[in-house]
């Protein structure tokens, strides 16, 4: 009996729902990068869209786009929105290494090679360099 009376004491916090447009565009980058982290891409889209409506140029809002747009596979979007990212900043070391996984992705293996190799110039990220062996060999044909 002891022991159901400690579990009705417990409560649960449920977070707070948050619908797309009703968030300023900081507070809806943090929500949204919450919602990617947890693998919830499609609700991360709803609110960096609305939160864009008012702030289309946020390289912070535009960014987790792409990286929602590659979790969905929806990798001609994430690649689109990636060179604009790429083209505006050209040492945004994230952008372009996630431009080249889009097109890696899509086996364009020539294309995103450069951009592979520039990020792990850029980082030193062991990961970064894994990515241009990866695609370098496949570029071999092994």
Sequence with gaps: MDEQFEIDKFEMQAP??????QLAPE????????????REP????ELVDA????????RGLRSLRA???LLRA???KAEAELRRLVEEVPDDEWARHALGRALE???????ALPHLRLAAAM??????????????????GL
Excluded: C
């Design 16 to 21: 707070a729902l948050i619908f797309p447009g």
């Design 27 to 38: 507070r809806a980058y943090g929500a949204a990068y919450d919602l990617l982290v947890r």
């Design 42 to 45: 499609a609700k991360a889209l």
């Design 51 to 58: 939160a864009l409506e008012d702030e289309p140029a946020n």
């Design 67 to 69: 990286w929602a747009y």
């Design 74 to 76: 929806q990798l001609q």
């Design 105 to 111: 992705r899509q086996s364009r293996f020539n294309d």
């Design 123 to 140: 980082t030193g990220d062991p990961e970064h360099e894994a990515a241009v062996l990866r695609v370098e060999r496949r570029l071999m």
